[in-house]
């Protein structure tokens, strides 16, 4: 178009403004001149025409080594292609002047980079480019993982982000509608905007950005839901031929959060449609610095913050909160540290001299850690510093080289590249400790996630509801860089018993599948498990799903007994028959009678 534009009108003087009609490929053009520019200014001449309200107009002439650039008109149906068009200043799609902590995102920079370098790299390159290499926008993101994480913040200020239309938010539950037709309507005008823009503008066009909440509310799997209706299914169809069918849009970008990544229909998910899969998971220690340092921002700007408070403290104390936990405890600080100030009076009154003083002390931070905000995927130590109340009583070698052996078995769990995934069996006779020794080897490891999965947690839980229990434990587990399983008495949760003999099958084979699962990429699990029946467990092929396998016994010679009293500061009767068990090293206890210092001794004891 250019060239024969210059052939068509060449050695003519041109003004802005002026409108002309141009011949190309048999179709007429109505043009008007936009702009003239000259590499030198004193070639224009100004001011020797002027048009009837007395405006200067600036005037050039073409020469056959001008160049022409083509512009579309907003209102023209016209598609231009080629480099021509770019040789403008091109607008970014990105503002200049936004940055993380301005928009309260923390510790999601290599999540919104991944992002950046996947949905809007394409975008941010000239069109001719783009054209020439036949790439196609991203037209869809899926943000998924566990709950206050930051899904639903980082959509919203994607848009902000972006010089782009104002984000179309719409929650799942809201698309749905009583009426026939009505679910996919709302669909259908969620793109409405977007396919006029399209039609006027073509690749000048905007761009869109719809922002779905809960997406797993209306697009879950088709053929799933047994007798319904079928709304959800039309709605996923229609969704589908939207965002990627026979009239593809290209100026439009979907963002979908959910929790539950594995209820969505699959079809959505292929490239072309949610293709940008981003799991948006619980932050590092950098990443928990970044949100307590905006959360506690205006704080400090106002001297309000205690100079003891130690953010990086408190980042290395809060292993496995999620953002929104993190918020909840500077809260919990805030309001532990306001209460200071309140007179407790017949009514509530503020102490005013004292609240001017008022000030977030680090004492309210570990406050608010103990009793009030603790984290979803994080270490509940009341649930098992109960299995541990009186300590470990090493009695002899055995308890020792268990406790070593964990150890070892901890330290491959976290350094090791090649296992992620480590599982010890501890078996032995009952009340030898084991359970005890597990909860010690848990809370040793340090881990960030500890959780028990004991059978007193599942009474009268059918065999389904008891799978999906124990499936739980073990999908929280995965959201952890580091997670430790306890699995308490499996026969018990297997429902053993002798007699029959009777067991779960649907819990035994749910448990060997989790058992041998590896953690998803990045992730470390260590598993414990114990039980007084190692020859089921046998019988069962549940000894292969472990790694290894430590024997706890019971005390079985005076020598240990002795051991044990001592340790425990007996009472004078008992130290006196641990003397005569001294004086005969031949003395052997026979292991029908188990001893279990899980304890404390007390005088009915003395019979020992």
Known sequence: MASEFLQHFYNLAFSVGQQLVFSFSDKLFNLVVKDIEAMDASILREGKMSDASGKKIKVGLLLTNSQVVFEKSENSAVVLIGKSKTRDARQSIISPDWNFEKMGIGGLDKEFSDIFRRAFASR??????????????????????????????????????????????VNGPEILNKYVGESEANIRKLFADAEDEQKRLGANSGLHIIIFDEIDAICKQRGSMAGSTGVHDTVVNQLLSKID???????????????RPDLIDEALLRPGRLEVKMEIGLPDEKGRVQILNIHTAKMRQYNLLASDVDVKELAGETKNYSGAELEGLVRAAQSTAMNRHIKASTTVEVDIQTAEKLQVSRLDFMASLD???????????????????????????????????????????????????????????????????????AEDSQFPFIKICSPDKMIGHSEIAKCQAIKKIFEDAYKSQLSCVVVDDIERLLDYVPIGPRFSNLVLQALLVLLKKPPPKGRKLLIIGTTSRRDVLQEMEMLDA???????????????LVQALEVKHAPTQTQANAKKIKQDNSLNLPDMYPFSFSKPFSSENDSL
């Open 124 to 169: 941010v390159f000239p069109p001719d480019i783009v054209e020439q290499m036949g790439c196609k926008h991203v037209k869809g993101i899926l943000l998924y993982g566990p709950p206050g994480c930051g899904k639903t913040l980082m959509a919203r200020q994607i848009g902000k982000m972006l010089k782009a239309r104002e984000p179309k938010i």
């Open 245 to 259: 069918g026979v009239e593809q849009l290209n100026n439009i970008l979907v963002i979908g959060m959910t929790n």
């Open 371 to 441: 009793n009030d905000i603790k984290p979803a995927y994080g270490t509940n130590q009341e649930e098992y510093a109960s299995y541990i109340m009186n300590g470990i009583i090493r009695w002899g070698d055995p308890v020792s080289a268990a406790l070593e052996d964990g150890e070892l078995l901890v330290q491959q769990a976290k350094n090791s590249d090649r296992t992620p995934l480590v599982s010890v069996l501890l078996e032995g006779p009952p009340n030898s400790g084991k359970t005890a020794l597990a909860a010690k080897i």
């Open 546 to 560: 472990f790694s290894t396998t430590i024997h706890i016994p019971n005390i079985s010679r005076g020598d240990q």
